[in-house]
């Protein structure tokens, strides 16, 4: 409570700045810190109290905040923008969007900035490590070995080859292009799905999921979740994938259905997973734990030490653009 006093003091600091509002978990607070040559006041730089909290607290507020930076998973919907009728600009430090409704911003003028292609080669080197990971079983291998007591036989079980493999990239955006070019190094065979045809992709294009997984022998998801993409692997395109598929996801865990993601890794009718993402995060199926032929990751595939410094500077050159009456520097719409 001291913390959010503090923080109440200082908003009530009057200044003439427009005012910008961190809506998130405290470990995030790192992501917009003030400082002086700011050309906006950030009302909650630490203690971030949540929205309706400190807007209960401080109702004058709800006038005053132009800005909002939100972080995955922290909900902006037609209810949290009701409550924010001076609001004009949204900037996630995220690459994915599906915690903001784009629409409902649309129709009332706010502006929405994400990440950009800040995050693209992590994640997709994180796609590939996890592709690489479930079909030569490092990880199981790791375990396998840690679990030894000396001079046991190495009776460990094969992996699968992964250089010439089919690969079936769903989304081909920033992130699907970065896993092409890292797996054409690989002399894999690359195909995709997205909404559209790109006219300047060269690779084969499927227009569903499903004839996609029919002729590949890995799926990797790194397309949006939105309506038309929840559970777009569902268990008739894992059955397609077949026995010795493999699915690796660095999109949203929704993009999947889960339960039969499981019940097909169990049952064996795919060959394994590579998961940085889940339906339900922070919640992770316990099932899960005792599959050697998957490979889980929390969440982290756009975090590295770099990513972290970099999507500050984005925040704040979004935030400083947006207040200097210029187009936000990665705008999603
Ligand atoms: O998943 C993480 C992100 O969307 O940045």
Not at 110 to 116: H, L, N
Not at 149 to 155: C, E, G, K, L, M
Not at 275 to 304: C, G, I, M, R, W
């Amino acid at each position: 409570m001291a913390d959010l006093n503090e923080s109440i003091e200082e908003s009530q600091e009057n200044n003439n700045l427009p005012k910008v509002f961190l809506h998130g978990p405290p470990e995030f607070s790192f992501i917009l810190q003030p400082n002086p040559s700011h050309n906006f006041h950030i009302l909650n730089p630490s203690s971030l109290p949540p929205l309706h909290q400190f807007l209960s607290l401080n109702p004058h507020h709800a006038s005053s905040i132009a800005a909002i930076v939100c972080t995955g998973g922290y909900t902006v919907n037609a209810d949290v923008l009701q409550l924010l009728p001076a609001l004009r600009l949204v900037c996630t430090p995220s690459a994915g969007t599906d915690h903001i409704d784009l629409s409902e911003c649309r129709r009332r003028g706010i502006q929405v900035a994400g990440a950009g292609n800040l995050f693209s080669e992590d994640v997709a080197d994180m796609a590939v490590a996890l592709l690489i990971d479930v079909s030569r079983k490092i990880s199981a291998a790791d375990r396998f070995l840690r679990r030894q007591v000396q001079n046991v036989s190495w009776n460990f079980p094969l992996g699968s080859k992964l250089t010439g493999k089919k690969i079936g990239i769903v989304g081909m955006g920033r992130i699907g292009s970065e896993v092409a070019k890292r797996l054409e190094a690989f002399s894999c065979m690359i195909s995709y799905n997205s909404r559209n045809k790109k006219p300047l992709v060269s690779y084969p294009y499927y227009s569903t999921v499903l004839e996609l997984a029919t002729d590949t022998n890995v799926l990797i998801l790194c397309c949006d979740l939105n309506d038309q993409t929840r559970h777009i692997v569902n268990k008739e395109v894992m059955l397609a994938l077949g026995k010795g598929g493999i699915i690796v996801n660095v999109g949203r865990g929704a993009l999947i259905d889960e339960k039969e993601l499981l019940k097909c890794l169990i049952e064996d009718e795919i060959g394994g997973a590579g998961l940085d993402v889940f339906e339900n995060e922070p919640h992770v199926p316990k099932d899960f734990f005792s599959l050697d032929n998957v490979v889980l990751s929390p969440h982290a595939a756009v975090v590295t030490s770099e990513s972290l410094m970099g999507i500050r500077q984005i925040v704040e050159q979004n935030l400083t653009a947006f207040f200097s009456n210029k187009a936000p520097i990665t705008p999603v719409i």
